[in-house]
């Protein structure tokens, strides 16, 4: 079956515009959570969906924004882009999302969104 | 800081080798994952051990878990050019409402030398 689609995989913005990334599940699979990847800090929850409520979100001002759909698809959004929000965003979907990880729950992850803020 | 600490930070060997990194958290966990990320792509899951599981084996990767040092160890054995990538644990954090997240490490970048 087809694995986590993001898309588009490149994008280039200049500071101040806003930008909305997308995300397709695996097929089944409720639970939706953004991780943004740079080189100084790492990988770094971003927030987390699942049948379309926000349920948990990370440490990320409030420029950082996301919604679910009803068929699962994810969008992430981030307004008034500055240069440190150049990172690779990834997207990852599960079928119980991070409550599921007590029972050993899968996380599959998208090749990602490569953001270059100028 | 992040839950999950990788060592080495970056590690190179000739193909046929072994490879073994090490991840350090420090919470208690559920579980703990191991991932792999090729350059500028996603991350793909390799494993999965449990916090009552102390060893695991899924074709050439074995993985270990000591929850008493809070450390799990990766172990790649006969490398291939292929297994060139990063390597990250991740850990599951709770967070206020009851559910959880995962902490990544800083991860480990292999190089296999043909």
């Known amino acids: 079956k087809a694995g986590v689609t993001q898309t588009p995989r490149y994008l280039i913005k200049t500071r101040g515009q806003q930008v909305t990334l997308s995300c397709s599940p695996i097929?089944?699979?409720?639970?939706v959570s953004w991780y943004q990847q740079t080189p100084g800090q790492g990988l770094q929850f971003l927030f987390e969906?699942?049948?379309?409520?926000?349920?948990n979100k990370g440490n990320f001002p409030g420029r950082f924004s996301g919604r679910q759909f009803s068929n699962s698809r994810s969008e992430m959004n981030v307004s008034t882009l500055e240069l440190g929000d150049s990172a690779l965003y990834l997207c990852a979907s599960s079928l119980y999302g991070t409550r599921g990880l007590l029972t050993g729950n899968t996380i599959y992850f998208g090749e990602g969104s490569w953001l270059t803020v100028v | 800081s992040q839950q999950g600490e990788e060592d080495p930070q970056a590690l190179s060997i000739q193909e046929g080798e072994n490879a073994t990194m090490n991840c350090s958290y420090k919470?208690?966990?559920?579980?703990l994952q191991w991932y792999r990320q090729n350059s500028g792509r996603g991350l793909v899951h390799l494993i999965l051990?449990?916090?009552?599981?102390r060893e695991k084996h899924s074709g050439r990767l074995r993985v270990t878990l000591d929850t008493s040092k809070k450390s799990s160890s990766l172990l790649i054995t006969a490398s291939r050019a292929a297994d060139t990538a990063s390597y990250f644990c991740?850990?599951?954090?709770?967070?206020?409402?009851?559910?959880?997240?995962?902490?990544f490490g800083s991860g480990t970048r292999l190089l296999v030398r043909p």
């Open positions: 097929s089944g699979h409720r639970s």
């Open positions: 051990i449990r916090s009552n599981e």
């Open positions: 919470t208690s966990i559920n579980n």
């Open positions: 969906y699942f049948s379309e409520t926000q349920r």
């Open positions: 991740a850990t599951d954090a709770s967070l206020m409402d009851s559910s959880y997240k995962l902490i």
